[in-house]
């Protein structure tokens, strides 16, 4: 049983930025089998799909509310997938999580996300 971990969460002031994790637990993420997607929850909102990277990078999908802020990318050395978030929003506000599948649908989808993390808090607040 594959299980993620995110970090890197935090408070933020709108218009800073953020990066985060998200990794196996006690395991190795192999980026070459699995597509890797994040995903948020804002207070009192559904789901949102943000970002998914396919396996061994072929292709990245972005939510239309994150293009051109947020990245999506792998440091294959450390099996680990990265969320840069940058120019934070206030509605950027949200519990993040990672979650593993076999490919990226595109929009972002939890459908086939099969591994999830517990998530991380950001809060983009002044």
């Known amino acids: 049983q594959l299980q993620l971990v995110e970090s890197g969460g935090g408070l933020v002031q709108p218009g800073g930025s953020l990066r985060l994790s998200c990794a196996a637990a006690?395991?190795?993420?192999?980026?070459?089998?699995?597509?890797i997607g994040w995903f948020r929850r804002a207070p009192g909102k559904e789901r949102e799909g943000v970002a998914c990277?396919?396996?061994?990078?072929?292709?990245?999908v972005y939510a239309n509310s994150v293009k051109g802020r947020f990245t999506i990318a792998t440091d294959d050395a450390k099996n680990t997938v990265y969320l840069q978030m940058n120019s934070l929003k206030p509605e950027d506000t949200g519990v993040y999580y990672c979650a593993a599948a076999m490919v990226c649908l595109d929009p972002v989808s939890y459908v086939g996300m099969d591994f999830w993390g517990k998530g991380t808090l950001v809060t983009v607040s002044s």
């Open positions: 990277i396919s396996k061994s990078k072929k292709m990245t």
């Open positions: 006690g395991a190795t993420l192999d980026l070459d089998f699995y597509a």
